[in-house]
T-cell receptor
């Protein structure tokens, strides 16, 4: 069964600090891995999408890494801001259909002033 | 970019009534849209795939008669929760992908349904 596990479940950091969120997956076949940011009461917003051949991808202060051999990904947030407080969801795709997406349960990040 | 609009953002209804949620792709055509349900602190769960001009495909365990899906045009899909009960209270999210795109799924902003 395809699974995506994220850690930690929740994280509290002070504004300005960096943090790293983890995603381990057992999805086969592998097509791509996506990180989404979901604010409370809102739909997920895409941060990065990486295919098998990509090791890292950045989007502003967000940098995602992918190790396809160990089936691990991380999302690094630099110089955190209060607006970074949200749930960060790792989603792994096994193909081109939404039915082939496996969602992680997310990491709830809280940035305190 | 790809924009998906979902309406309403919040709705409160009485038990036994029906509620319609709209999902629109604003700047692209979507032959397929997807409906998800999300409980607090849990992952999104795919409910059904909405196909333009044909019947929706429901995931196992989702009642097709309770969650009616209509995809009448390339830019609009609707989810109707019929005879709503308190246990239907949840966060419903739609998503759509540009045609011929394997990567980008854009999500709507979600609808918080509360059945009282």
């Amino acid at each position: 069964k395809n699974q995506v596990e994220q850690s930690p479940q929740s994280l509290i950091i002070l504004e300005g600090k960096n943090c790293t969120l983890q995603c381990n997956y057992t999805v086969s076949p592998f097509s791509n891995l996506r990180w989404y940011k979901q604010d409370t009461g809102r739909g997920p917003v895409s941060l990065t999408i990486m295919t098998f051949s990509e090791n890292t991808k950045s989007n502003g202060r967000y940098t995602a890494t992918l190790d396809a051999d160990t089936k691990q990904s991380s999302l690094h947030i630099t110089a955190s801001q209060l607006s970074d407080s949200a749930s960060y969801i790792c989603v792994v795709s096994a193909g081109g259909s939404a039915r082939q997406l496996t969602f992680g349960s997310g990491t709830q990040l809280t940035v305190l002033p | 970019g790809a924009v998906v609009s979902q309406h309403p953002s919040r709705v409160i209804c009485k038990s036994g009534t029906s509620v319609k949620i709209e999902c629109r792709s604003l700047d692209f055509q979507a032959t397929t849209m997807f409906w998800y349900r999300q409980f607090p602190k849990q992952s999104l769960m795919l409910m059904a795939t909405s196909n333009e001009g044909s019947k929706a495909t429901y995931e196992q365990g989702v009642e097709k008669d309770k969650f009616l899906i209509n995809h009448a045009s390339l830019t609009l899909s609707t989810l109707t929760v019929t005879s709503a009960h308190p246990e239907d209270s949840s966060f419903y999210i739609c998503s759509a992908s540009r045609q011929q795109s394997n990567y980008g799924y854009t999500f709507g902003s979600g609808t918080r349904l509360t059945v009282v």
